[in-house]
């Protein structure tokens, strides 16, 4: 996987599909180094904020959540989260990446951010497994980005308007590309203490190559914006003709 200035990683396309439905609590698993009562307190302080933060953007999530058999921490999957009481659509966000206020994924804009994506489809749980499904194609995709650039972005800087591509050999995501763009749609006046200002939401967008090799060119921003113009951001779904 590479993006605007050629990073490279070292993950495998895993098997990421493996979920239930639970409730969204915080819990110390036994197999992990426990936290401190204290850092217990304040993981679950900010969990519960930054839930706050996210529904200010996104609209009320909804009260089921895809958690992974095996946790994210310990080499598994996501707990994926969906929004689907904002925009037209369902957005389906993650909550793994941001711990704690002032620790984990972080660019030049945010000190902590979790990842994003949508899908015009209305959200339908029941086919989040089957493919063969509008929903459910969508959900396999968008699952599958979202595993694969968490871990990447523990240790790579992604930036709003930057992009990145998968190799062609990887599967399910082989050959597809992405830009990034920072998420916060809010007023002002929704954030009296400017906490958003160092948590955020970095939004993927799946794009076709020409558009890619297009913001290569001409900046991130330029394509957002034909993306805005044409109808097409924030959403992922490729049934659509490119803008370039």
Request: with cysteine.
């Given at each position: 996987m590479t993006s605007d200035d050629e990073r490279?990683?070292?993950?495998?396309?895993?098997?990421?599909d493996d979920f239930d439905d639970d409730g969204d609590d915080i819990e110390d698993d036994a197999e992990t180094e426990p936290l401190s009562e204290e850092e217990q307190a304040l993981a679950e302080e900010w969990y519960e904020r930054k839930t706050a933060l996210m529904e200010q953007t996104l609209g009320t999530e909804h009260d089921m959540v895809m958690h992974a058999i095996i946790p994210y921490e310990l080499g598994g999957g996501l707990d994926l989260y969906y929004f689907p009481n904002g925009i037209p659509g369902t957005g389906v966000a993650t909550k793994e990446l941001s711990t704690f206020p002032d620790s984990g994924s972080n660019?030049?804009?945010?000190?902590?951010?979790?990842?994003?994506?949508?899908?015009r489809h209305a959200l339908s749980l029941?086919?989040?497994?089957?493919?063969?499904?509008?929903?459910g194609k969508a959900h396999h995709n968008i699952n599958a980005i979202l595993n694969l650039?968490?871990?990447?972005?523990?240790?790579?800087?992604?930036?709003?308007?930057?992009?990145?591509?998968?190799?062609?050999?990887?599967?399910?995501?082989?050959?597809?590309?992405?830009?990034?763009?920072?998420?916060?749609?809010?007023?002002?006046?929704?954030?009296?203490?400017?906490?958003?200002?160092?948590?955020?939401?970095?939004?993927?967008?799946?794009?076709f190559r020409s558009e890619?090799?297009?913001?290569?060119?001409?900046?991130?921003?330029?394509?957002?914006?034909?993306?805005?113009?044409a109808g097409h951001y924030p959403y992922s779904d490729m049934d659509r003709k490119p803008v370039v």
């Open positions: 490279d990683d070292d993950f495998e396309d895993d098997d990421y660019n030049a804009v945010y000190l902590t951010y979790e990842l994003l994506m949508f899908t029941d086919d989040a497994s089957d493919e063969k499904t509008p929903f650039i968490a871990p990447y972005s523990e240790d790579a800087e992604l930036n709003p308007r930057e992009t990145c591509e998968f190799p062609d050999d990887m599967e399910t995501v082989g050959g597809k590309c992405l830009i990034f763009d920072g998420y916060t749609p809010y007023a002002d006046e929704d954030d009296p203490q400017g906490e958003m200002e160092d948590f955020g939401l970095l939004l993927l967008i799946e794009i890619m090799e297009f913001a290569r060119e001409h900046g991130g921003a330029e394509l957002i914006e034909k993306l805005k113009a």
